[in-house]
């Protein structure tokens, strides 16, 4: 397609992805080398792109567009590089996007007779051929941010000691901590299946959660403030987990994802509470109350352990609500699932 006899996609030294160079067509190993050792220090055709400001992105350019032919032909770049190396005239492209593109790369061709250079029409055949380039360099730019951000969020999350995972819109799980794979292997009430989603066992329960992350998706991030909470219980064992929910912000995407933590509920919520929930206002019998039910236990089993009615329950959680200016147990579970881990929940 081209008049050249080589070609050169490279990544400038340095970079944010310092590389080097990537991608070599019939350039030889002492090519290489010699680039990398010594000469490319004294790239005058760089050097001349900044200088002249023709390093624009997108921008296609001829060698004799970058340095003046007289300079040129005494250069040590021309004259121990560029003729042993068998690469004399250069027709350059610059792959970035913008002036703040993160991934600088170029796309250089050439020829070894020093005398021919490349036409107008050449330029225009890479013009063509950088659009398609520039758009495969964004894919893999994006892939490579990607990749590092989940790698960094799923490290900060293991070392926090809870259970995290990323979901988008469509409750696809885009990444789960180690502690989230070990509370969703079995389909126990909620669970990662086999297309890669969050589903719940009871069909009321995943009407739910879709309710809820369609809610919280259209609020803006708001950093690590829940937006959303829901309680589900484990038919295995009857213990409950809280989930809580929060926009996130700062992805390299523009897909929205929903950040989820999982908190499995347990006695030792309400052993823990009992004397904190009474600082926050609650007699002694609402305290305990509150810890039952804050721990997962349905308002129907704690009547039981506590030996008063149903009715009584749900009478005193009317009380217990307006105190603690909340209006579903899922708050309260959160509530008592902070006082547990000794945090002061705001109100």
Same mark, same amino acid.
């Given at each position: 397609m081209l008049r050249a006899d080589s070609a050169l996609l490279f990544t400038p030294m340095n970079s944010q992805y310092d590389d080097g160079i990537e991608v070599i067509i019939n350039s030889d190993e002492w090519s290489v080398k010699a680039y990398h050792d010594h000469f490319n220090k004294h790239d005058i055709w760089y050097s001349g792109s900044k200088i002249r400001k023709l390093d624009r992105p997108g921008n296609v350019v001829l060698g004799e567009e970058l340095v003046d032919d007289e300079i040129f032909q005494k250069s040590e770049w021309f004259n121990d590089f560029l003729i042993p190396s068998g690469q004399c005239r250069l027709l350059g492209a610059n792959l970035d996007f913008d002036h703040h593109a993160s991934i600088p790369a170029f796309l250089n061709f050439y020829n070894k007779n020093k005398f021919d250079s490349f036409s107008e029409d050449d330029k225009k055949i890479v013009k063509f051929l950088i659009q398609h380039m520039q758009k495969a360099f964004l894919m893999r730019a994006r892939r490579r941010e990607t990749l590092k951000a989940k790698a960094l969020l799923e490290g900060a999350f293991n070392a926090d000691g809870k259970s995290y995972l990323i979901l988008n819109t469509n409750l696809h799980i885009v990444m789960k901590n180690s502690i989230a794979i070990d509370v969703l292997?079995?389909?126990?009430?909620?669970?990662?299946?086999?297309?890669?989603?969050?589903?719940?066992?009871r069909r009321?329960?995943?009407?739910?959660?879709?309710?809820?992350?369609?809610?919280?998706? /259209?609020? %803006?991030?708001?950093?690590?403030?829940?937006?959303?909470?829901? *309680?589900?219980?484990?038919?295995?064992?009857?213990? @409950?987990?809280?989930?809580? /929910?929060? %926009?996130?912000?700062?992805?390299?995407?523009?897909?929205?994802? *929903?950040?989820?933590?999982?908190?499995?509920?347990? @006695?030792d919520h309400s052993r823990v509470s009992i004397a904190a929930l009474r600082e926050l206002g609650l007699s002694a019998s609402e305290a305990r109350l509150a810890a039952i039910i804050g721990s997962g236990i349905a308002p129907i089993d704690a009547a039981a352990e506590l030996n008063i009615s149903e009715g009584n329950v749900r009478t005193s959680l009317k009380k217990i609500f307006a105190k603690l200016e909340i209006n579903r147990q899922s708050e309260l579970a959160v509530i008592v699932t902070k006082l547990a881990n000794g945090r002061v929940p705001v109100r």
């Open positions: 292997c079995k389909k126990d009430g909620l669970y990662a299946s086999s297309d890669g989603r969050l589903r719940c066992t009321q329960d995943g009407e739910r959660l879709s309710k809820m992350i369609t809610r919280v998706s /259209a609020v %803006a991030p708001l950093g690590h403030t829940t937006i959303g909470d829901l *309680i589900f219980h484990r038919p295995s064992d009857g213990r @409950a987990v809280l989930l809580q /929910a929060s %926009a996130m912000e700062n992805l390299p995407c523009q897909e929205k994802h *929903i950040l989820v933590s999982l908190t499995l509920l347990g @006695a």
